[in-house]
């Protein structure tokens, strides 16, 4: 028993570690193997944690089909564990994760037999920067001994999408009182997707919301997947609050990407037209 936990263990993470090179047929093998020897022999939390990494897998890798089916497995695991072990450290430790994942079904679910629009407007509450505000202003604060260059990194994150949109020029300023927009790292900030955005805004008499302050709150994160992370949290910043309902955008709420897709350039072009 304990040598199928250490090999299944091992397996998972081999597994974990090909989807994230996006070599996801390779992924959905090892993910299987790790599950078949896993689930006898251990508790619900780590057998929801492989549904939900599988589902990933086959979410990024075209097949949201079964991606669905696995986060539905996840989420009934986690309400059998919730109900006959209602004191189980599971229960609270998963909680945040369990919330992304009826999410993301609800997103899935929604956009089943929908023709595709070219964006996702209407998965999201959109936000907009007004025009006197432009160029944005950006505060970073982020300063890592071992990581020095995470500030560019970070500051990059919005440039991309300036340049893959032409509409939202930003700059840098020396101070959080003259900035806009404010990205702070924070090690003790213990957010599931490794970065969390919130938002200063009002609802003008037509319903529009206009922004006025933005905050990006980054997590220690692993380099490789950092310019990803500010990627995503600036989209969040620009105004795209919430998530794709689509593997291959970057505001997909589980995105490996590190630019914007088109999907992605025509939403933010949508709010701001």
Known sequence: MTNDFDKGCSIYQSASAARDRGLFAEAM???????????????????????FDRAL????????????????????LYRELKYSHPGHDGVENLFPL???????????????????????????????????????????DA?????????????NGFTIWNER??????????SAVEASILVVKDPLFLGPAGGQTTYESFIDDDGVEWLLRAYIMI?????????ALAAHEAGHALGLDGH?????DLMYFKSPLEEPSSRDIMTLKAIYS
């Open 165 to 174: 949109t032409g509409i939202l020029p930003c700059r840098l300023v020396e």
């Open 57 to 76: 897998a086959q979410d990024l890798g075209g097949d949201s089909k079964l991606a669905l089916r696995d986060f539905h497995r996840a989420l009934s």
């Open 244 to 248: 794709s309902p689509h593997a291959l």
């Open 219 to 227: 997590a220690s994160v692993e380099r490789s997947k950092v310019e």
């Open 143 to 155: 300063e890592d001994e071992d990581f020095p260059e995470l500030s560019s990194v970070l500051f």
């Open 98 to 140: 369990i919330c992304q994942i009826e999410e993301q079904i609800e997103r899935m679910e929604k956009v089943l037999g929908q023709p595709d629009k070219g964006d996702y407007l209407d998965f999201i509450r959109p936000r907009r920067w007004p025009a006197d505000r432009l160029p944005l202003t950006i505060y970073i």
């Open 29 to 51: 093998k090892l993910y299987d193997d790790a599950l078949a020897l896993l689930k006898p022999v251990v508790e619900a939390p780590l057998i929801i944690c492989l549904y």
